[in-house]
């Protein structure tokens, strides 16, 4: 199964974009542990020397969406910009987002089928009882296109695979444009909290939940003497 992912910092400053750059790092070398085949189909740099302002990655294998169930959503990274040095800022957010697969379609010509049929309209009489016009289907797509311009089907049929072929080229424009606006409303609806992971300090660890009866217990305890003494 075949999944592509997007990594972005959104609208967010050159710390975002480093985080990026190194969640990209994670993300690979987990990728290759759980032997998934990935194609990096688009990077954009950052502003800053090693940061990475938006990515996408194509993911191929059996485990790919048990995978992304552990990434998906927003990721934070909590740590001191090494870019602006007295910035008080120390929460960064990026998301990680699925796209909608393409089906972009290359026109064969072995997949158009072709209906002949009267002309209609100005041209003489014997365009009119002669089968000269061409109707040309993209099998498929569905496609199609009508070509009567000329006496000759030939002709027809030759200026029917011209718009056929100019026509699907408009649909795999109108998926592309589809995706860029996708792409873009990810950069602008980056949700910033509820994390689905969280890296600590510039050496970018990742923020373990320590799930403990005993710590549990302790705070319970606590908790319990606070209110004896209300």
Known sequence: MDKIIQITAARGPAECCWVVAQVLKVFIAEVKAKGIEYIILQREKGIENGTVQSVSIQLSGTDVNSFLTTWTGTVQWVGTSAFRKYHKRKNWFIGVYELEQLSL?????????????????????????????????????????????????????????????????????????????????????????????????????????????????????????????N
């Open 105 to 229: 379609s290359e026109l064969n010509e072995k997949d158009i089928s072709f209906q002949t049929m009267r002309s209609t309209g100005p041209g003489g009489q014997n365009v009119n009882k002669v089968n000269s016009a061409v109707r040309a289907i993209h099998t498929p797509t569905g496609v199609q296109v009508v070509a009567m311009d000329s006496r000759s089907q030939h002709q027809n049929k030759k200026l029917a695979i011209t718009r056929l072929k100019e026509k699907v080229m408009e649909a795999n424009r109108q998926q592309l444009k589809t995706m860029e606006l996708n792409l873009w409303k990810n950069h602008l609806s980056l949700e910033r909290g509820n994390p689905i992971r969280v890296f600590n300090g510039t050496d970018f660890k990742k923020k373990k939940v320590i799930a403990s009866y005993k710590n549990n217990r302790n705070q319970l305890k606590n908790d319990l003497r606070k209110e004896l003494k």
